[in-house]
């Protein structure tokens, strides 16, 4: 069975600070990894995908991602964040043959002024 | 050019009523899921299709029926409606690999 643990439920942070999202997965098979972001009243909106390859994942506005094998790891990470990401933020993983997505409780990013 | 859409956006009813909601896509996805969304933000897996055959049913109500006309296609029935029925529902699409597109959410309320 999988699962997806995220670590924070709430992350507050300053304008202009950097930000890491922690993510942690369980998975008996190889597994397609995630990262959605949803505005308040909005749907889910994709910000990055891990299929294979490279371990480093960009996505859009900025996020990217590091796929941890050993750590069973995929923590979403923005250098500087804006008013405008704060959002509730999950991360998913996909690997059994029917391809549905295990997601974990999200993280509430709160960026203040 | 929507690639998945659902109706309606929004559904307030009262217990004890059916209603549907429908999507559809247009990707040429051949696979279709219902997620549901409850109070909490906790988003979870209800149905799956691949080509009009159901492959996931997980441990939902039967008042809650999918039917599938067609791959573009999967509806949502629910039958007599209760209060924690409540909730956004999501549809997606996807290919075998899992990268899907979601619809917007049908946000039902239910009195």
């Known amino acids: 069975a999988q699962s997806v643990t995220q670590l924070d439920s709430q992350v507050p942070v300053f304008e202009e600070a950097p930000v890491e999202l922690r993510c942690n997965y369980s998975?008996?098979?190889?597994?397609?990894l995630f990262w959605y972001v949803q505005y308040p009243n909005q749907g889910l909106q994709l910000l990055l995908k891990?299929?294979?390859?490279?371990?480093l994942v960009k996505g859009i506005n900025g996020f990217e991602a590091e796929f941890n094998k050993s750590q069973t790891s995929f923590h979403l990470r923005k250098p500087s964040v804006h008013i405008s990401d704060t959002a509730e933020y999950f991360c998913?993983?996909?690997?059994?043959?029917?391809?549905?997505?295990?997601f974990g409780k999200g993280t509430k990013l709160s960026v203040k002024p | 050019d929507t690639a998945v859409s659902q109706t309606p956006k929004y559904l307030v009813t009262q217990m004890g009523n059916d209603k549907s909601i429908k999507c559809e896509q247009n990707?040429?996805?051949?696979?279709m899921y219902w997620y549901k969304q409850d109070s909490k933000k906790f988003l979870k897996i209800m149905f799956s299709?691949?080509?009009?055959?159901?492959?996931i049913n997980e441990t939902v109500p039967n008042r809650f029926s999918p039917k599938s006309p067609d791959k573009a296609h999967l509806n949502l029935h629910i039958n007599s409606l209760e209060l924690g029925d409540s909730a956004v529902y999501f549809c997606?699409?996807?290919?075998?690999?899992?990268?899907?597109?979601f619809g917007p959410g049908t946000r039902l309320l239910v009195l």
């Open positions: 998975s008996s098979v190889s597994v397609y």
């Open positions: 998913a993983v996909s690997g059994g043959s029917q391809g549905n997505l295990i």
């Open positions: 997606a699409s996807s290919q075998v690999s899992g990268t899907g597109s």
């Open positions: 990707l040429g996805h051949d696979t």
């Open positions: 299709y691949n080509n009009k055959e159901l492959i």
């Open positions: 891990y299929l294979s390859g490279s371990t």
